[in-house]
């Protein structure tokens, strides 16, 4: 598939002067039902907040991986070194709300229901209350399962690790400066700094599986004890 630069899109100027007056809402059906995007079709209102924040952690892990595979297969007119920014920041999100949603599931199977989930974007810090929790919760289901677990936030918490190396502000992949008007770490250096697409693509796709692993299991421990109590009454 051919990718052609958004400046170089062709446009409609006879347009101008309508759209500059009104716009049609973009938030109607196309007449092709393969042109309309569905926003509610995955986020039914009976399932739970934390399902829905993973729905949206799946579609952010979801765009990356396919933006790397489109630049990895053909990266001749250099689309890599602009996508790399929605890349990076769909997988610094992604990685974000499953924290989120992780965090709620154990909150919960450990009886701590209203207790507040700290981090709010930092990664760093979210993985850190998981990587918490997930050891509370081994102390008190020893097994190979809870073994896994830890394994599996550990390699998450490697790759934000290699992460915040480079920088400790998540908005690197969304701004070229930080609050103060200082350059991100690509901008401040004549070095060249770069992202190996082949290594990119291999660990974003064992962080999302790691990350899909460690919230499936205390879902399912949820799933298995509301059934528990629906059946006793």
């Known amino acids: 598939m051919e990718i052609v630069p958004i400046e170089l899109a062709d446009f409609d100027e006879t347009k ?118 997930i050891t509370e919760y081994k102390l008190k289901n020893r097994g190979t399962e809870s073994e896994h677990l830890l394994t599996a936030i550990k390699v998450v918490e490697n790759f934000i690790k290699n992460i915040y190396e480079k920088t400790n502000d998540m908005t690197f992949a969304r701004y070229p400066m930080d609050k103060n008007k200082t350059g991100h770490f690509y901008v401040q250096t004549f070095e060249n700094e770069v992202v190996d697409l082949d290594l990119l693509q291999e660990q974003t796709l064992i962080v999302f599986s790691m990350l899909e692993y460690i919230y499936e299991m205390p879902e399912l421990e949820i799933e298995i004890s509301l059934e528990e109590i629906e059946n006793y009454y």
């Open 16 to 133: 101008v002067e309508d759209f500059a007056k009104k716009m049609d809402s973009i938030f109607q059906y196309n007449k092709s039902i393969e042109k309309t995007a569905y926003l509610n079709w995955r986020m039914e209102e009976d399932i739970s907040h934390r399902s829905q924040f993973v729905i949206i952690g799946k579609s952010f892990f979801s765009t990356a991986y396919n933006l790397i595979q489109q630049c990895s297969n053909d990266n001749t007119d250099k689309k890599a070194d602009s996508w790399i920014f929605p890349i990076l920041f769909s997988i610094v999100h992604g990685i974000e709300v499953y924290l989120k949603a992780i965090n709620v599931c154990f909150h919960i199977i450990l009886k701590k229901p209203n207790a507040k989930i700290e981090g709010g974007h930092d990664i760093k810090q979210l993985c850190c209350v998981a990587k918490s929790l």
